[in-house]
């Protein structure tokens, strides 16, 4: 029997980003996790989900054998279209996004430090990708940035540092982040936990990240949430 490992699930932690996604917002999801957030909203809510190749009324994906081909998301994965749903010219789909006319963005991250800069593209090794991508015009013109990440590398370092090691996407541009460990606000005080997973401490999550955290008024110094 497998054991259910300490903190949220992907699935969970889509949860809750889409739990504060506001009715009527117009979102742009990253690849990864941020993906699972469709399948999330709240039943009777309005959310427009945007993807930057081409399609505004994105919904979850679709089920088995149903696959459209020519109906991806920027991933590259299968995806389906809400009545009403459009699709446009990818320059017209930047432009959206350069222009503010997005309200949301959630995408993961390799580093986010405590000052909100993001880093979410390359490592700076010899062999990385070789550009930024989408993702600098998205954290530059979208209004709200919601990142969504495991709390540590597969090999157990932090992913929300002091400052970040790793090329930048850009600057102090993360307002939320969402973890398998804790909810996060990016703060002019410091990075401020909001919410603890169950069975997690703040000690715990202080311990696994490399820059100071702040507990909030919901969350308990030492203990849990």
Request: charged share 15%; net charge negative.
């Amino acid at each position: 029997m497998k054991t259910k490992t300490l903190g949220w699930s992907r699935e969970e932690m889509a949860s809750l980003v889409a739990a504060d996604i506001p009715d009527g917002a117009y979102v742009n999801l990253g690849i990864g996790i941020p993906e699972l957030v469709t399948q999330f909203v709240r039943p009777g809510s309005e959310v427009i989900f945007q993807t930057e190749n081409g399609l505004l009324g994105m919904g979850p994906s679709p089920c088995a054998g149903l696959e459209d081909a020519e109906l991806v998301n920027a991933g590259k994965k299968a995806v389906t279209a809400i009545p009403g749903a459009c699709y446009f010219h990818h320059a017209d789909s930047f432009a959206m996004i350069r222009g503010g006319h997005i309200d949301i963005c959630v995408l993961g991250a390799m580093q986010v430090s405590a000052e909100g800069d993001l880093a979410n593209w390359s490592t700076g090794e010899p062999d990385a990708i070789p550009a930024v991508g989408g993702a600098m015009d998205l954290v530059a013109g979208v209004k709200n940035i919601f990142v969504v990440t495991e709390h540590t590398t597969k090999t157990g370092e932090p992913k929300i540092v002091s400052k970040c090691t790793y090329p930048l996407t850009a600057k102090a541009v993360v307002d939320r982040i969402y973890t398998n460990l804790a909810t996060i606000e990016v703060t002019s005080r410091g990075l401020v936990v909001t919410q603890l997973a169950p069975g997690v401490s703040f000690d715990y999550v202080q311990d696994k990240t490399g820059a100071v955290l702040i507990p909030g008024p919901q969350v308990a110094a030492g203990g849990e949430s």
